[in-house]
């Protein structure tokens, strides 16, 4: 199947991941200029009011990209929506999205028939995120264009499956837009992606460690710091099961090797409190790719990383690559 045409905008295959709290429009607007998919996601906007101005200072920044780099034009960008019941803002961001048109909508936490109308409503194309086979065809069922698969050491709310078995039963009855999550920081991990039969590269940890992420400098720098053996998987701070870095559990005043079971049905997504901290701002979320992140960069710099390193990855192919 042929990528929907905003899809094809992007000048390389991968979309920066959203992160909750951290992607701000300075971020999105330095993805998509520098040829990625940047996302964020709706409830980053603080108050509600704020999406509205931010989506404003996205569209009108990229449109001025666009007139004076018609050689370079920028990827689109994408906004998240958690669809969730817990999330009462959905309304009232869908329309927001709607004034604005936003091209690529990322769905989380359930799927939905309304939401997938809307977007389609204004000409958007939906992307829903999804840790098993079993949730990828209610997604296609209830009319999301593509999927997002959320794999083993992918950061935050993650699952558990290897990408290779998760992409590999997605394909046999799924051709549409597939991006693919899961300790990919490097160039050779997204031409891996793409190998394994995926369309996109989903990054989303490696962009925390950049100069326009809105993260604490401590955040940073410990993922810089740290790699895989450095990742706590744990449901407590949001009731689903995610991967978060170890040290910032530690400094919670909390064993990260003997983290108890949350109750799924008490879930949390940042506006509450979790363990004594606010998960995502106290308690870091964080992939297990970081251990090729080496220094802190602007935004631009780790795309040209992985662009060099795709290109080097093919090179060692050799002609079969």
């Not at 042929?2 to 295959?13: E, G, I, N, S």
């Not at 992409?167 to 490097?186: K, M, N, T, Y």
């Not at 992420?213 to 410990?222: E, G, L, M, N, P």
């Not at 109750?263 to 297990?288: L, R, T, V, Y």
């Amino acid at each position: 199947m042929t990528l929907p045409p905003v899809l094809q905008r992007a000048r390389l295959p991968i979309i920066g991941a959203p992160l909750f709290i951290i992607s701000n429009p300075k971020l999105v607007i330095a993805q998509c200029t520098a040829g990625v998919i940047g996302s964020m996601p709706s409830l980053n906007a603080r108050p509600a009011s704020q999406l509205d101005e931010w989506l404003a200072e996205i569209t009108e920044t990229l449109a001025a990209w666009d007139r004076d780099h018609p050689d370079q034009p920028a990827a689109p960008f994408a906004i998240n929506q958690i669809v969730h019941k817990s999330n009462d803002r959905l309304e009232h961001d869908l329309q927001v999205c709607a004034k604005y048109k936003v091209p690529i909508v990322i769905t989380s936490l359930g799927a939905r028939v309304d939401v997938n109308e809307a977007v389609h409503g204004w000409g958007g194309v939906v992307l829903h995120d999804i840790i098993n086979n079993a949730f990828a065809h209610k997604a296609i069922e209830k009319g999301a264009d593509g999927l997002i698969a959320v794999a083993a050491g992918a950061g935050g709310h993650a699952g558990v499956k290897s990408p290779f078995a998760l992409v590999q039963e997605i394909r046999e009855w799924f051709d549409g837009p597939l991006a693919l999550s899961g300790a990919i920081g490097s160039g050779a991990g997204v031409l891996a992606a793409l190998a394994a039969g995926a369309d996109f590269a989903y990054i989303g940890s490696a962009f925390i460690a950049t100069e326009e992420a809105r993260a604490s400098d401590a955040y940073k720098q410990c993922i810089v710091d740290s790699n895989s053996d450095d990742i706590v998987y744990s449901n407590l701070f949001t009731g689903v099961h995610g991967n978060y870095l170890k040290p910032s559990i530690v400094a919670a005043g909390m064993d990260p090797d003997h983290l108890p079971e949350s109750d799924p049905s008490k879930m949390n997504f940042g506006g509450a409190e979790a363990a004594k901290s606010k998960a995502w701002k106290d308690i870091w979320g964080c992939g297990q790719g970081i251990g090729a992140v080496k220094a802190v960069v602007p935004a631009a710099q780790l795309v040209a990383r992985l662009t060099d390193e795709m290109q080097a990855a093919r090179r060692r192919l050799g002609p079969t690559g």
